[in-house]
């Protein structure tokens, strides 16, 4: 019996031993297995990363331009229109229905939402705007109620006669921009306001970029005049 016990024991020892061997041969394969691969999607993941901020840098790019076109272009139909003598004397002589009629022929040729006529104390006294359908209208301001602008705003227009306000809420992002109107002899006989939708030049654009990227990024693109923002 004795011999047969060794025997055993020699056995146990050996088993004991291959296990051994087979579990630090497993841990010296799949250790460098597993730290590679680790190390693979860690640089896939920061190459992935990498790649979409330059994607998205680029989107935002492109956005501030076609934006900043569309500024300057509205811009400068705004500057003519400001120019006009009829509007000119239209405002002096109080025809705020002659005024509407220029606004909405106006308005119909550009891509911006609303165009006002603003009086030097801030009221507002002819309006258009393009409803839900894209068509322009005529806003009707007749009545006893008056409308005037934010005291913010008429503030702002006294130091600053031509400024820009980019609007941020939910679910809506607008850049007003106000333009004065000079009589022949100088003197500021109202303003123009017109507001273009940013978010649906986005719209139309098709981009992903979220509205707060295209604020931020559209601020350093508008660089004339004064500007100020109200949240």
């Known amino acids: 019996m004795r011999p047969l016990f060794k025997k055993n024991k020699l056995k146990q020892a050996t088993g004991t031993l291959r296990n051994n061997l087979i579990l630090w041969f497993l841990l010296f394969s799949l250790v460098p297995v597993i730290f590679v691969t680790g190390f693979s999607l860690q640089q896939s993941r920061s190459a992935l990363d990498k790649e979409l901020y330059q994607r998205i840098n680029g989107n935002a790019r492109e956005l501030e331009l076609t934006l900043g076109d569309i500024d300057k272009i509205l811009s400068s139909k ?85 400024s820009k306000l980019i609007e941020a809420q939910k679910n ?24 273009l939708s940013l978010q649906q030049e986005i719209r139309d654009l098709q981009t992903g970029i979220s509205m707060r990227q295209i604020q931020l990024g559209f601020l350093n693109q508008v660089n004339e005049g004064s500007s100020w923002r109200i949240s």
Request: charged letters at 25%; zero cysteines; aromatic letters at 10%.
């Open 78 to 162: 705004t500057e003519k229109l400001a120019g006009d003598r009829t509007l000119t004397f239209y405002l002096s002589t109080g025809k705020n229905g002659e005024i509407n009629t220029l606004l909405t022929d106006w308005l119909a040729t550009t891509s911006a939402a609303r165009i006002s006529a603003i009086q030097p104390d801030g009221k507002i006294i002819a309006s258009a705007f393009r409803d839900s359908d894209g068509k322009v209208k005529a806003e009707n301001l007749s009545g006893d109620k008056e409308f005037f602008v934010t005291e913010a705003v008429a503030n702002n227009l006294k130091d600053n006669p031509r």
């Open 172 to 195: 809506k992002l607008e850049l007003t921009s106000y333009y004065p109107v000079f009589s022949k002899s100088g003197k500021i006989t109202g303003y123009l306001e017109n507001v």
